[in-house]
Each structure stands twice: as structure tokens, then as C-alpha cells.
């Protein structure tokens, strides 16, 4: 099954930037990737979409986030980035990198593992 690898995450100071990365991988066996995306999950809240962008590709942001993140891919690599810039305390939680894609026959999901973001005031 395709495996979702994040990194990027860390600690910021309220203003500052943070790129996250995803590489999609299959053991090198060929997939299709339909949409890629972003979530994430504060503590004590439920998991929320914050990017999503298609093979369109059009993108989709929501509005918290909107003006101040970026979401793009690489298809060739397999990857989904989220460039986030002018951050705020309440963009602290843990991001988790979204694939839906297909091998052969219907379309499935995978789901990263998770990467931390903290931004300090």
C-alpha cells in the first residue's frame, strides 16, 4: 500500500514560516495519485481539513488559513507541500498528509503519520 512520509514541522515564533512536505511512495511500483491534502488536529479539537488540492489541480484552503498557506504538488515526485507563512498561535497541532490515489480498480486513502507545529507567542 502507498505510504505517506511527512516532514517540515517544528517550532516557530508567531510571524514566521514553516514548509511541511509529503512523499507518496509504493515499494517503486506505479500509482496514480487524485487528490492530496492536509489536515490537522489541535489538542482537545477534531481533525480538520486545511489544504486540499487536485490533479486539476485546483486547491481549496479553509478559511482560517486562507492568504497565509500555500499548498502545491510535484507530481513527478509524488509530492504535496504546504508552505505556511505568517503563523499564529492557533495554528499549533499536529498535521497529517492525506493521499487519495489508485493502483488499479477503486480509488483508496492513506494517511501520514503526523508532523508537530508549534507556534509560540
Known amino acids: 500500500q502507498v505510504q505517506l512520509v511527512e516532514s517540515g514541522g517544528g517550532l516557530v515564533q508567531t510571524g514566521g514560516s514553516l514548509r511541511l512536505s509529503c512523499v507518496a511512495s509504493?515499494?517503486?511500483?506505479?500509482?496514480?495519485?487524485?487528490?492530496m491534502a492536509w489536515f490537522r488536529q489541535a489538542p482537545g479539537k477534531q481533525r480538520e481539513l486545511v489544504a486540499a488540492?487536485?490533479?486539476?489541480?485546483?486547491?481549496n484552503y479553509a478559511d482560517s488559513v486562507k492568504g497565509r498557506f500555500t499548498i502545491s504538488r510535484d507530481n513527478a515526485k509524488n509530492t504535496v507541500y504546504l508552505q505556511m507563512s505568517s503563523l499564529k498561535p492557533e495554528d499549533t497541532a499536529v498535521y497529517y498528509c492525506?493521499?487519495?490515489?489508485?493502483?488499479?480498480?477503486?480509488?483508496?486513502?492513506?494517511w501520514g503519520q503526523g508532523t508537530q507545529v508549534t507556534v509560540s507567542s
Open positions: 509504493n515499494s517503486g511500483k506505479i500509482f496514480s495519485i487524485n487528490t
Open positions: 492525506y493521499c487519495n490515489y489508485f493502483i488499479s480498480g477503486p480509488n483508496r486513502i492513506a
Open positions: 488540492i487536485t490533479t486539476g489541480p485546483s486547491t
